[in-house]
Nanobody, 124 residues
Framework: QVQLAESGGGLVQTGGSLRLSCTTSGRTFSDYGMGWFRQAPGKEREFVASITWSGGTTFYEYSVKGRFTISRDNAKSTAYLQMNNLKPEDTAVYYC?????????????????WGQGTQVTVSS
């Protein structure tokens, strides 16, 4: 069993930055890949970014590429999502998830454990 908890969300103006954190417990953090997904009101949950178990490979959704950076600190059992140049369309609940195969999948169905989410609101 893996427990995940997101933090760092909030209200920010267009062009601002936020750093989301996902702390984990329950299994060896370096065994699994990590992903960030988001869900805006009335929309389906969508992939944002992911990282493999080693941190050696990352993947990004096209609209966030160059603005968001996913990283992990295996010693702290924590994954991060640095979000810069935020736009109103980034407004959503952001979820972190753990993929026990470690590959950092872009598909939500491949993830085994999910956090409760943290709200990010970008005002125009």
């Amino acid at each position: 069993q893996v427990q995940l908890a997101e933090s760092g969300g909030g209200l920010v103006q267009t062009g601002g930055s936020l750093r989301l954190s996902c702390t984990t417990s329950g299994r060896t953090f370096s065994d699994y890949g990590m992903g960030w997904f988001r869900q805006a009101p009335g929309k389906e949950r969508e992939f944002v970014a992911s990282i493999t178990w080693s941190g050696g490979t990352t993947f990004y959704e096209y609209s966030v590429k160059g603005r968001f950076t996913i990283s992990r600190d295996n010693a702290k059992s924590t994954a991060y999502l640095q979000m810069n140049n935020l736009k109103p369309e980034d407004t959503a609940v952001y979820y972190c998830a753990a993929d026990l195969y470690g590959v950092g999948s872009q598909r939500s169905g491949d993830y085994d454990y999910w956090g409760q989410g943290t709200q990010v609101t970008v005002s125009s």
